[in-house]
């Protein structure tokens, strides 16, 4: 963590908690208290049942039920203050970087583009946390959760799969892209099926074979256009792309280079769980592992701006000289 976001801790952040540790104590002791209270009351309902006669299912409800919903009632004042905490959290590392940080996106950004490439799945339910959005290096920058879930039925019974959870990454870069370029994961002898190229979105791509072996095994690449794609597709910028879903304790990062109100657009999709959170409100809220989590996982995914912009910075160096 740098001087700009230890000054943060040090001089604002962890005053403040400091500040909410005697209300996070009480309501903890709450939520004990309701918890146990639901227990009580759940052994008290499921002895008069018993008594009465009861079969098993009813019985095992009761003990079930009890404790639950007074876990439940008495997490709400906790639950209020993680939010509360999380939101300035996650707003002021987001301002130290020149971001804004919303709960909530307005829109999902590129959402159906993503979609169209193949590299997000179909789902009947979606739902979206944590955008981070600016202006970085003169790059336009969004950042979003996305959880998708799919219908099945069984039985007679509706119930909701996780298809996708992670994050969704758009990038514009100050450099017009004139072709398409997808980066899927390698799909090991299935390759060989689609060896001569795909489609994605209604474009037909050829397959672009990879300079690095090591990343050869662990991606495929589709384009319209082989020059462009060897030039974005840098060594650096394979490796960032794996580190990002290695320091996000993530897997499957994929991505996608194309144009979007004449400019270049990199979009990312990573399964990488739930991020941006500020972990268990049973611990002190001065713990500092709450912010650093926060700035690591943010400070990763930017890092890939300062790539994308250097072939861009190259171009103007060049056409400078050529002058």
Same mark, same amino acid.
């Given at each position: 963590?740098?001087?700009?976001?230890?000054?943060? /801790?040090?001089?604002?952040?962890?005053?403040?908690?400091?500040?909410?540790?005697?209300?996070?104590?009480?309501?903890? +002791?709450?939520?004990?208290?309701?918890?146990?209270?639901?227990?009580?009351?759940?052994?008290?309902?499921?002895?008069?049942?018993?008594?009465?006669?009861?079969?098993?299912?009813?019985? =095992?409800?009761?003990?079930? =039920?009890?404790?639950?919903?007074?876990?439940?009632? !008495?997490?709400?004042?906790?639950?209020?203050?993680?939010?509360? =905490?999380?939101?300035?959290?996650?707003?002021?590392?987001? @301002?130290?970087?020149?971001? &804004?940080?919303?709960?909530?996106?307005?829109?999902?950004?590129?959402?159906?583009?993503?979609?169209?490439?193949?590299?997000?799945?179909?789902?009947?339910?979606?739902?979206?946390?944590?955008?981070?959005?600016?202006?970085?290096?003169?790059?336009?920058?969004?950042?979003?959760?996305?959880?998708?879930?799919?219908?099945?039925?069984?039985?007679?019974?509706?119930?909701?799969?996780?298809?996708?959870?992670? &994050?969704?990454?758009?990038?514009?870069?100050?450099?017009?892209?004139?072709?398409?370029? &997808?980066?899927?994961?390698?799909?090991? /002898?299935?390759?060989?099926?689609?060896?001569?190229?795909?489609?994605?979105?209604?474009?037909?791509?050829?397959?672009?074979?990879?300079?690095?072996?090591?990343?050869?095994?662990?991606?495929? &690449?589709?384009?319209?256009?082989?020059?462009?794609?060897?030039?974005?597709?840098?060594?650096?910028?394979?490796? +960032?792309?794996?580190?990002?879903?290695?320091?996000?304790?993530?897997?499957?990062?994929?991505?996608?280079?194309?144009?979007?109100? @004449?400019? @270049? *657009?990199?979009?990312?999709?990573?399964?990488?769980?739930?991020?941006?959170? =500020?972990?268990?409100?049973?611990?002190?809220?001065?713990?500092? !592992?709450?912010?650093?989590?926060?700035?690591?996982?943010?400070?990763?995914?930017?890092?890939?701006?300062?790539?994308?912009?250097?072939?861009?910075?190259?171009?103007?160096?060049? *056409?400078?000289?050529?002058?």
């Amino acid at each position: 963590m740098d001087a700009r976001f230890s000054r943060l /801790w040090d001089d604002k952040l962890e005053p403040w908690l400091s500040g909410l540790e005697g209300d996070r104590l009480r309501f903890v +002791r709450l939520r004990w208290y309701w918890t146990t209270g639901g227990v009580a009351l759940g052994a008290a309902f499921a002895t008069v049942l018993a008594y009465q006669g009861a079969e098993a299912v009813p019985i =095992i409800m009761a003990l079930i =039920i009890g404790p639950f919903l007074g876990y439940m009632i !008495g997490s709400h004042a906790l639950h209020k203050m993680s939010k509360r =905490i999380k939101l300035e959290l996650n707003s002021t590392i987001a @301002g130290a970087l020149g971001l &804004v940080y919303r709960p909530k996106p307005q829109s999902p950004a590129r959402f159906d583009r993503l979609r169209d490439f193949g590299l997000l799945p179909s789902s009947t339910r979606q739902a979206f946390e944590d955008h981070y959005s600016g202006t970085q290096d003169g790059c336009e920058f969004e950042l979003y959760e996305a959880h998708l879930e799919q219908r099945r039925r069984s039985n007679k019974r509706t119930y909701y799969v996780t298809v996708f959870r992670g &994050v969704i990454i758009r990038i514009n870069f100050p450099r017009k892209v004139e072709g398409i370029t &997808v980066i899927t994961r390698d799909q090991g /002898w299935f390759n060989g099926l689609q060896a001569f190229g795909r489609s994605f979105g209604g474009n037909k791509l050829e397959r672009i074979g990879l300079v690095d072996p090591v990343f050869e095994k662990a991606f495929e &690449v589709y384009g319209n256009d082989q020059v462009l794609a060897r030039y974005m597709l840098t060594p650096s910028f394979m490796e +960032r792309l794996l580190a990002l879903e290695t320091s996000l304790k993530g897997k499957n990062v994929r991505a996608a280079f194309d144009q979007y109100s @004449g400019e @270049g *657009e990199l979009l990312i999709a990573a399964e990488t769980g739930n991020l941006f959170e =500020i972990g268990s409100m049973s611990t002190p809220l001065t713990q500092p !592992g709450r912010f650093t989590k926060i700035v690591e996982e943010l400070g990763h995914v930017t890092g890939l701006i300062e790539l994308l912009i250097a072939p861009a910075k190259l171009d103007e160096h060049e *056409e400078r000289q050529g002058e």
